[in-house]
């Protein structure tokens, strides 16, 4: 997400009321829907049958029918689902370009990166390769790197569409570009198609030459493009760090330090989780990192960013942007087993478990000395914490997705019972999906761990 973005977060501030549900593909069941339909009632007919025969009438056939236990959806089907609902949702009909409709309809770079993570992750290789063509085709740069805002454009008669300028819609966000260059190589790994990896190689490097830095003599995941030309300090979001990616990254691109980038990543974020940003005791560090930071170039001292938060509270508070850091730290731990990122982990949890309320749901923003920022709750949130909470604490994490999560989905319905916003829908599936233990890491080998 660009810092020109804040004020539009890519997505409802949470709580705000959900938009109308919209019937899935014009109101025409999907095939397979209607041959489960079938199904289902010829199994019942067959149920009914045996009852009445064993059960002595039609009546108790019907009442043993009936206090059977509802059919549970296994979690695979429950991810697919919401998969399936997200694209009905969110990708535009004929272009498949991800459309956040509470923005006015505009697209982000970090929008086409989630949908491509998510469709690789699916095995969903057409729906990869529309999302991925269309972002080349509108938001690729001559330098590899993508603008990161698409949308109606103001000074246009006709209404056309295009980067958004007037936005610095032109800019980068750092974070979206390692998603797709990061989905890209998981893409080349599971569908052996060498295009991938063609793609994400100068996609790779343009992130090194534009968007790392060096801060204090080490390199640094700037927030944008525009930073490096920055001398005094730079700003930075630590919930764009994915050392994950960074190791994957370093593979294909020998000639670049991402190893030196994953070591600076930890020495960083383990000074922000502690360190005091900003004046009060709301900002003092017990492990949450606030969601926008500047760093000077010269020391590496951490300053507040100044900037309003995208769902209350401050900029430094940890909330709609921090909420993604335990999932991404969550993932290096699992696949690399690194035990920097599982201290991370359990210095986070158990500030984030403390705040849940009497229905265990946990809050939209904390400040960063724990307590709650916000009196409200937010799927996002939720989907990003349960990163933390998996690795330390199992039974609050249970707790989150029982609460917060789960009832997200509704069984009959195959979908979310209600249409989420943009960025809830998204981190709804990347919380469940962790928690359910449904990412493989898909770089470690081509068809390795491919579920």
Not at 236 to 259: G, K, L, T
Not at 374 to 399: F, K, N, Q, R, W
Not at 407 to 432: K, S, V
């Amino acid at each position: 997400m660009s810092v020109d973005h804040l004020d539009s977060a890519g997505g409802p501030p949470p709580g705000a009321p959900p938009l109308e549900a919209e019937p899935r593909g014009g109101g025409r069941p999907p095939r397979r829907r209607l041959l489960r339909g079938a199904a289902l009632a010829m199994a019942l007919v067959l149920v009914l049958g045996v009852a009445v025969a064993l059960a002595g009438g039609p009546r108790r056939a019907v009442e043993a029918v009936s206090a059977d236990p509802a059919l549970a959806q296994s979690d695979r089907t429950m991810l697919e689902d919401l998969w399936l609902g997200y694209r009905d949702d969110f990708l535009e009909e004929g272009s498949r370009r991800t459309v956040d409709p509470v923005d006015g309809g505009i697209t982000t770079s970090e929008g086409q990166s989630y949908t491509m993570m998510r469709a690789v992750w699916s095995d969903d290789q057409q729906t990869f390769d529309e999302s991925w063509q269309w972002a080349k085709d509108n938001l690729q740069r001559p330098d590899g790197l993508l603008s990161w805002r698409f949308g109606p454009l103001t000074d246009d008669p006709d209404g056309a569409y295009g980067v958004q300028t007037d936005r610095g819609g032109q800019n980068t966000a750092s974070d979206a570009d390692v998603d797709v260059a990061f989905a890209l190589l998981m893409a080349h790994s599971r569908w052996k198609d060498d295009r991938y990896l063609y793609d994400a190689l100068p996609l790779v490097s343009a992130i090194w030459q534009a968007e790392v830095v060096e801060v204090a003599g080490r390199p640094v995941l700037v927030a944008n493009d525009l930073e490096r030309n920055d001398t005094s300090s730079v700003l930075v979001n630590p919930s764009y760090f994915a050392p994950y990616a960074f190791r994957a990254f370093a593979h294909v691109d020998p000639e670049h330090d991402w190893d030196g980038l994953v070591d600076n990543t930890y020495t960083v974020l383990e000074q922000l989780s502690t360190e005091q940003v900003g004046d009060g005791p709301e900002a003092a560090g017990t492990g949450l990192v606030p969601d926008w930071v500047r760093l000077d170039r010269e020391t590496g001292q951490a300053l507040p960013a100044d900037l309003a938060a995208t769902s209350g509270g401050s900029g430094t508070d940890f909330g709609y942007e921090g909420l993604r850091l335990p999932w991404r730290l969550s993932l290096d731990h699992l696949w690399h087993g690194e035990p920097r990122a599982l201290a991370l982990l359990q210095q986070q949890a158990p500030v984030l478990a403390a705040a849940r309320d009497d229905a265990g749901e946990l809050p939209a923003v904390y400040q960063r000395d724990g307590q709650r920022a916000v009196d409200y709750t937010s799927v996002a949130m939720a989907g990003g914490a349960i990163g933390a909470l998996d690795a330390a604490d199992p039974s609050a994490a249970d707790e989150v997705y029982r609460t917060q999560l789960r009832p997200q989905y509704d069984a009959d319905l195959r979908r979310t019972p209600e249409r989420l916003g943009y960025y809830d829908a998204n981190w709804l599936w990347f919380g469940t999906a962790l928690h359910l233990g449904a990412l493989p890491n898909l770089n470690t080998s081509p068809g390795s761990d491919v579920p």
